[in-house]
């Protein structure tokens, strides 16, 4: 991009080369399997665990990295510059181990951590249900005490690591009458009984993305699987989700840059009426615009990458972020694959597979429409 970065450290970009390497040589030759049977295969789980690159901000006692979250960017922006789709790498990570980091109690983390950051124990956070999308307050899912025990009730769906994960974190009503006040994070682990997987969920684009429903009937957890302090569990989403939405904003912007060079390189090179595409006005000027568009979203989520790695990132900075790149990211995709002509609806081209792949960017951690209200709310 020409951009003289400045959010990153010399150990954030020794990071970034061991990252490169491992994509490239473990991942992006097994791409095609991981499509074709729905899910990334545990070896390369633990690979990545034996390589240290899972959960880099976990504290180095517990098995973890010990950096911080620019460490964490880093590995994002590597896996989407490698074209890496559907391995929710991050999910994992960045969005749930951090839950039980800053959440768990000192046996919990004791317990559970270790085998999280050398991935034997894979994640999930069972959030969204049928009918509530990003309505977490409207959840129906139970959780009730008896004696040393939680009983859960209720469905999830659109979870991602569903089928595969060993343990998830579960958004669940413990007082029903309190509204969103009423909600606890309580960890169910994948063989406890009642807890079952429903179908793998068919997908638009992401095939090797390991989505889908779960269902609880009257599954029983000791009652040292609360996570956090009982009804306090929408304060506890809160406060995580700007990592969440800002580790969405991060891979937008590699994407759109790596596709960006991928698709100048493309019509520089493709043959129309004895010229290249390159050639064209329009070409250049819809890259213009692609490239000035590319330069703002870097420079907005740097910035934010900043203010975060010095904990001062707010829910509207996040929501900001998000907002920015998925939309920006999508509008430029659309442009790029009317620029490939009929080979950018073939799947075998990286901005196709974009064009599928990342449309869901802008629904998942919260809508567009969600985040533009949580910004207005603050105008």
Same mark, same amino acid.
């Given at each position: 991009m020409h951009i003289q970065r400045t959010v990153y450290r010399d150990d954030h970009e020794m990071l970034r080369e061991t990252a490169r390497r491992f994509f490239e040589r473990e991942c992006v030759p097994r791409q095609a399997q991981w499509d074709e049977a729905g899910h990334v295969d545990r070896e390369t789980w633990l690979k990545a665990g034996r390589e240290g690159l899972l959960c880099l901000t976990v504290p180095t006692e517990y098995g973890g990295g010990g950096g911080d979250f620019g460490h964490s960017a880093v590995l994002i922006e590597e896996l989407h510059r490698a074209g890496i789709s559907g391995w929710s790498l991050g999910v994992h990570s960045d969005i749930v181990a951090p839950y039980i980091v800053r959440l768990g109690t000192e046996e919990q983390k004791q317990k559970w951590l270790p085998k999280i950051c050398a991935g034997e124990t894979l994640l999930a956070v069972a959030m969204t249900e049928p009918g509530t999308g990003s309505d &977490?307050?409207?959840? +129906?899912?139970?959780?009730?005490?008896?004696?040393?025990?939680?009983?859960?009730?209720?469905?999830? !769906?659109?979870?991602?690591?569903?089928?595969?994960? @060993?343990? =998830?974190?579960? =958004?669940?009503?413990?007082?029903?009458?309190?509204?969103?006040?009423?909600?606890?994070?309580?960890?169910?682990?994948?063989? #406890?009984?009642?807890?079952?997987?429903? +179908?793998? &969920?068919?997908?638009?684009?992401?095939?090797?993305? @390991? %989505?889908?429903? &779960?269902?609880?009937?009257?599954?029983?957890?000791?009652?040292?699987?609360? &996570?956090?302090?009982?009804?306090?569990? *929408?304060?506890?989403?809160?406060?995580?989700?700007?990592?969440? #939405?800002?580790?969405?904003?991060?891979?937008?912007?590699?994407?759109?840059?790596?596709?960006?060079?991928?698709?100048?390189?493309? =019509?520089?090179?493709?043959?129309?009426?004895?010229? %290249?595409?390159?050639? *064209?006005?329009?070409?250049? *000027?819809?890259?213009?615009?692609?490239?000035?568009?590319?330069?703002?979203?870097?420079? %907005?989520?740097?910035?934010?990458?900043?203010?975060?790695? #010095?904990?001062?990132? !707010?829910?509207?900075?996040?929501?900001?972020?998000?907002?920015?790149? !998925?939309?920006?990211?999508?509008?430029?995709?659309? @442009?790029?694959?009317?620029?490939?002509?009929?080979?950018?609806?073939?799947?075998e081209y990286p901005i196709a597979r974009a064009f599928v792949d990342m449309r869901v960017t802008r629904i998942f951690g919260g809508t567009s429409e969600v985040l533009r209200e949580l910004i207005a709310r603050q105008l």
């Open positions: &977490l307050k409207a959840i +129906r899912t139970t959780a009730v005490r008896d004696g040393d025990e939680w009983v859960i009730n209720g469905s999830k !769906t659109f979870i991602s690591n569903g089928i595969h994960s @060993d343990m =998830v974190v579960v =958004v669940c009503k413990t007082d029903p009458s309190a509204g969103a006040k009423g909600c606890s994070l309580i960890m169910v682990e994948g063989d #406890r009984e009642g807890f079952r997987r429903g +179908r793998k &969920l068919q997908k638009v684009g992401q095939p090797a993305a @390991d %989505t889908s429903e &779960l269902f609880f009937d009257n599954v029983r957890v000791p009652v040292g699987n609360l &996570l956090g302090e009982e009804n306090k569990g *929408f304060m506890h989403l809160m406060e995580e989700l700007p990592q969440e #939405r800002l580790v969405i904003a991060t891979y937008c912007a590699a994407k759109l840059e790596r596709l960006l060079e991928l698709t100048t390189e493309y =019509v520089k090179d493709r043959k129309a009426f004895n010229q %290249t595409v390159w050639d *064209f006005q329009n070409t250049k *000027f819809k890259l213009a615009d692609i490239k000035a568009q590319a330069t703002a979203v870097r420079l %907005t989520v740097d910035y934010y990458l900043g203010e975060h790695m #010095r904990r001062r990132l !707010t829910s509207q900075e996040a929501a900001i972020a998000k907002l920015f790149a !998925t939309e920006t990211l999508w509008k430029c995709i659309d @442009d790029m694959v009317q620029l490939h002509g009929g080979y950018g609806y073939m799947l």
